[in-house]
């Protein structure tokens, strides 16, 4: 038998330690627990979520191999099998693609982890997990800031496990600082995704629905961007619809922040972004989780 506790266990623990007011019914359909929780015991009842979540992780490794071998995999079909002719669109070759590719990757795959978030969503909700959790005395919050921290972290995994790889086929960091920066804003904008497939986790179905939606949107978006390859090659429909798109501007953020270049306006546009899914889904998201049958 295991000496770590379980995920049940830590849970409990962190309830026992801070208890919900006893006048308030279990399970109510109207129970407003983020508000009678005070915010110490929020925070205690997120950090024994996080800790459940990835015991869960450990109990189950195979659910990290998309955050493992999705930077791989992308990292080195691109380069190998398109680095040499759209980096000579570029002015340079293969060399000038990896500096081009791997910053749109960041964008690129902070997509592709937020959307597990709404498939392992509507997952605990169809076994009964989440029944499970509305019915102790823990914010309602709570469930959902542990589940974006862990794919968080989930996420600056697949990023180091990108960078690593984009330096072994010959990516060099120009500014060090930006870097870091570059990583911040992929995470920040990466979170506000998440509100968006956790709200459509909780909407659809199936598992099998979460990830059919999430692929009519990520493809229009990741294709019809500055990820793969500059956009002025392309119609000029499809290059308006990139200088709107989100993950241009989080794209071209990273390479300016990374490799050089200009940087300020792509910077805003997706502070902006990332700023206006928050306000308007994650509202929405609480309140669907808290109102689902």
Excluded: C
């Excluded at 009842?45 to 995999?73: K, Y």
């Excluded at 794919?151 to 960078?163: F, S, Y």
């Excluded at 570059?182 to 998440?194: E, K, P, Q, R, W």
């Amino acid at each position: 038998m295991s000496a770590h506790p379980s995920p049940t266990t830590t849970l409990n623990e962190a309830l026992r330690a801070a208890p919900l007011d006893a006048t308030t019914p279990l399970g109510s359909p109207g129970l407003k627990a983020d508000a009678r929780i005070p915010l110490r015991s929020h925070l205690r009842h997120t950090g024994a979520l996080v800790r459940r979540n990835l015991l869960w992780i450990r109990q189950d490794p195979e659910s990290m191999f998309d955050a493992i071998l999705f930077p791989v995999i992308f990292t080195l079909l691109f380069v190998y099998v398109f680095g040499g002719s759209i980096g000579q669109s570029l002015g340079g070759g293969q060399q000038q693609y990896v500096q081009y590719i791997v910053p749109g990757l960041m964008a690129m795959m902070g997509m592709n982890l937020a959307m597990s978030v709404g498939t392992g969503f509507n997952q605990d909700f169809n076994s009964g997990v989440m029944d499970r959790f509305r019915s102790l005395p823990i914010g309602r919050g709570s469930v959902l800031f542990a589940k974006i921290a862990v794919e968080l972290l989930r996420m600056l995994i697949a990023t180091t496990i990108l960078l690593v790889v984009g330096v072994l086929v010959g990516f060099e960091v120009e500014n060090w600082p930006g870097l870091f920066a570059a990583v911040g804003l992929s995470a920040v904008f990466g979170s506000a995704l998440m509100w968006v497939f956790i709200t459509l986790g909780v909407m659809m179905k199936s598992a099998q629905s979460v990830q059919a939606m999430g692929f009519l949107v990520m493809m229009p978006l990741q294709f019809g961007s500055s990820i793969f390859a500059p956009p002025g090659t392309m119609p000029g429909w499809l290059r308006t619809f990139t200088q709107y798109n989100p993950l241009s501007a989080l794209a071209d953020s990273a390479r300016g922040l990374m490799v050089g270049g200009p940087v300020a306006h792509s910077l805003w546009v997706s502070l902006a972004w990332s700023a206006a899914l928050t306000v308007v889904m994650a509202p929405v998201a609480i309140h669907k989780f808290r109102t689902k049958n």
